[in-house]
C-alpha cells in the first residue's frame, strides 16, 4: 500500500502526529522485513494480501486500534513482544513462519474458540460416570462435532505444576500414563504451538486396537486460567502406518484454574471429541473415551503425588 495513502488516512482521521509516525513506522518496517522475507523464501501472495488486509484495518479504524490492537504477526515483524502477545500465547519467536505454520497456529486458535463456546454451555450436559472423590465426567451432542465429553475434578497441586506437567514434560507423558506408548514433539511454532504424533496402547480387553495421533497442542493463558487445546493436523513428517490406525482427536481442551479458596489445588476440566476410525460401534467408543478420561487423571494424580516440585 502506498505510503501516501497511510499519510492521507492520517489527516483524514485527524490522528496526532505520533500515532501518524506510529502508522509509518509499521508499514516502514514491514515493507523492510517483506522484502527480506522475498529474497529469501518467495513470500506467497496470499500472505501479501493478508498484510495488506490488516494494514488497511489499521488505518481505516483509526487511533483506537493503537496499538494494543495490531495484529500480533504485525508486532512480531517489529520485534515486539506485548503483553497481549504474552496473555494469549501468541509466542511464535522466529522472524518469519511458513503457511503451513501458519495454517497449525489458525487450527489452534480455532479449536481454543470452538472450545470456550462448548464450556459456556451450561444445559444438556448428562453424567457418564462419578467418582466417590468427585471426580465426573458428563456429556452433550454439539452439531457438527457429535457427542463431547466433560471431566471434571480437582488436584491437590497447584496449576504450574500441572501445566508444566501436561505441556512443558509432554513427552514423558507416557512414563506415568500406561494408555500411551509415545508422544514425540515433531515441530514447535513458538512457544506455545507445538506439532505432536502420539501412539496410544491398546485398550483393556482389546476393545479397541492401536491407534496414532498427529496432533496440533496449543496453550493459551488468560488471567488466572490455563488453556491447553489439541485437535488432529496433517503432517508429511509422519505419513500413514499400515500396522495402526490414524485417529483424529477432533476436538481437546484442558482448563486448569486454581480454587479461589485454595490456590495450592487446581479445578481440572477436560472436553474431549475423538473419531478413533475404523469399525468400532458407537457403543465401544462412548464407554471407551470417558473411560480413558477416568484412567487418565486417576494416573496422573498417582504421578503427582510422588512428583517433586519446587
Not at 495513502?5 to 508499514?27: D, E, G, I, M, Y
Not at 481454543?112 to 456429556?139: F, P, Y
Not at 507423558?173 to 513458538?190: A, C, D, F, Y
Not at 496402547?201 to 496449543?218: A, E, H, K, T
Request: neutral net charge; contains cysteine.
Amino acid at each position: 500500500m502506498p505510503l501516501i495513502s497511510v499519510v492521507f488516512t492520517c489527516r483524514t482521521l485527524h490522528q496526532s502526529s505520533s500515532q501518524c509516525a506510529f502508522l509509518l513506522n509499521v508499514v516502514h518496517l514491514i515493507a523492510f522485513r517483506v522484502c527480506c522475507c522475498l529474497s529469501l523464501v518467495g513470500l506467497k501472495r496470499t500472505a501479501m494480501a493478508a498484510i495488506g488486509h490488516d494494514l488497511q484495518g489499521i488505518m481505516l479504524k483509526g487511533s483506537h486500534c493503537l496499538s494494543s490492537k495490531v495484529p500480533s504477526y504485525v508486532q512480531r515483524l517489529m520485534w515486539k513482544d506485548t503483553a497481549g502477545t504474552r496473555e494469549h500465547g501468541t509466542g511464535i519467536s522466529s522472524d518469519w513462519f511458513s503457511s503451513t505454520e501458519l495454517s497449525y497456529v489458525n487450527q489452534g486458535e480455532v479449536t481454543l474458540h470452538r472450545a470456550m463456546e462448548i464450556l459456556q454451555q451450561q444445559n444438556g450436559w448428562q453424567i457418564e460416570t462419578k467418582q466417590g472423590n468427585g471426580d465426573a465426567v458428563l456429556s452433550t451432542v454439539i452439531p457438527q462435532l457429535g457427542k463431547v465429553f466433560r471431566m471434571e475434578g480437582v488436584l491437590a497441586v497447584p496449576m504450574d505444576q500441572l501445566y508444566h506437567e501436561l505441556f512443558e514434560s509432554l513427552e514423558r507423558m507416557p512414563e506415568w500414563n500406561p494408555t500411551l506408548s509415545q508422544v514425540k514433539i515433531l515441530q514447535r511454532i513458538g512457544k506455545d504451538t507445538l506439532l505432536t504424533h502420539e501412539i496410544a496402547s491398546q485398550s483393556p480387553g482389546n476393545l479397541v486396537g492401536q491407534r496414532d495421533f498427529v496432533n496440533i497442542r496449543r496453550c493459551w493463558k488468560k488471567e488466572t486460567a490455563v488453556y491447553l487445546v489439541g485437535t488432529a493436523a496433517y503432517s508429511e513428517l509422519i505419513p500413514l502406518q499400515e500396522e495402526r490406525v490414524r485417529a483424529e482427536a477432533t476436538l481437546s481442551c484442558i482448563v486448569l484454574q486454581p480454587l479461589e479458596e485454595n490456590p495450592m489445588q487446581t479445578r481440572f476440566t477436560w472436553l474431549l471429541s475423538m473419531d478413533l476410525k475404523g469399525w468400532i460401534p458407537k457403543s465401544v467408543i462412548n464407554y471407551v473415551l470417558p473411560q480413558s478420561q477416568a484412567d487418565f487423571i486417576k494416573h496422573l494424580r498417582q504421578h503427582l503425588s510422588i512428583s517433586a516440585w519446587p
